[in-house]
């Protein structure tokens, strides 16, 4: 158990739908990461916070956002779902934010649309 | 951009047998690499990584990985593999800013009984 938790494991939802996924991070890591996992892109970053600000995007669309709260946990949120965008989301934790702070990974949040 | 190449996407062993698992990265300076392992239903777990110092590094459940900077590799050995070995394997290099690790299209590990 890595400590990190994500809440849900399974998602179903339809096409044009909007979500919300949500991660608690270890206790005591200021950093959260969330990464998507696809068949066809792989395992990609989205994005990251710390401390409650937005430190670093990557291959995130316009359609999915992100925030950090006071208490440190994390929401992802995706909307005008589409069917691409059925994939395996997680996120990790760290400390800081400098490169030699390990992430850890919680166990994901599996997204179908249909 | 740095980029990570891992060129088998399935291999196969027997129970016991040795395994190694290539790993190429492409990196402008000192690369921080890791290995990740994910087994069915599970997150991302970390076996090992690689900051700086010996080339060779020891990681959890027997893994070892050596980085050797001019071959741009990262190769993850264990000599003796069990059948819980069996999962999906992940390479990673990590930013200068630490923020974005960047992931290998995985190698998956099928053993032989």
């Known amino acids: 158990d890595s400590g990190v938790t994500q809440t849900p494991k399974h998602l179903i939802t339809a096409t044009g739908q909007r979500v919300t996924l949500r991660c608690s991070p270890r206790?005591?890591?200021?950093?959260v990461y969330w990464y998507q996992q696809s068949l066809d892109q792989g395992l990609q970053f989205l994005i990251q916070?710390?401390?409650?600000?937005?430190?670093a995007k990557g291959n995130i669309l316009e359609r999915f956002s992100a925030q950090q709260f006071p208490d440190l946990h994390s929401e992802l949120n995706l909307s005008s779902l589409e069917l691409g965008d059925s994939a395996l989301y997680f996120c990790?934790?760290?400390?800081?934010?400098?490169?030699?702070?390990?992430?850890?990974f919680g166990a994901g949040t599996r997204l179908s649309v249909l | 951009a740095q980029s990570v190449t891992q060129p088998d996407i399935h291999i196969t062993v027997s129970e016991g047998a040795s395994l190694e698992l290539r790993c190429n990265y492409s990196?402008?300076?000192?690369?921080?690499l890791f290995w990740y392992v994910q087994s069915p239903g599970q997150g991302l777990q970390l076996l090992l990584k690689?900051?700086?110092?010996?080339?060779l590094v020891q990681g959890i459940k027997g893994f070892e990985a050596e980085f050797k900077r001019s071959q741009s590799s990262f190769n993850l050995r264990k000599p003796s593999v069990h059948w819980s070995d069996a999962a999906e394997y992940f390479c990673?290099?990590?930013?200068?800013?630490?923020?974005?690790?960047?992931f290998g299209g995985g190698t998956r590990l099928m053993v032989k009984p």
């Open positions: 206790s005591g890591d200021l950093s």
């Open positions: 990673a290099v990590i930013n200068n800013a630490g923020n974005m690790l960047t």
């Open positions: 916070y710390y401390n409650g600000e937005e430190r």
């Open positions: 990790a934790s760290s400390v800081g934010h400098r490169s030699e702070n390990i992430q850890y």
């Open positions: 690689y900051f700086s110092g010996d080339t």
């Open positions: 990196y402008g300076a000192t690369p921080y």
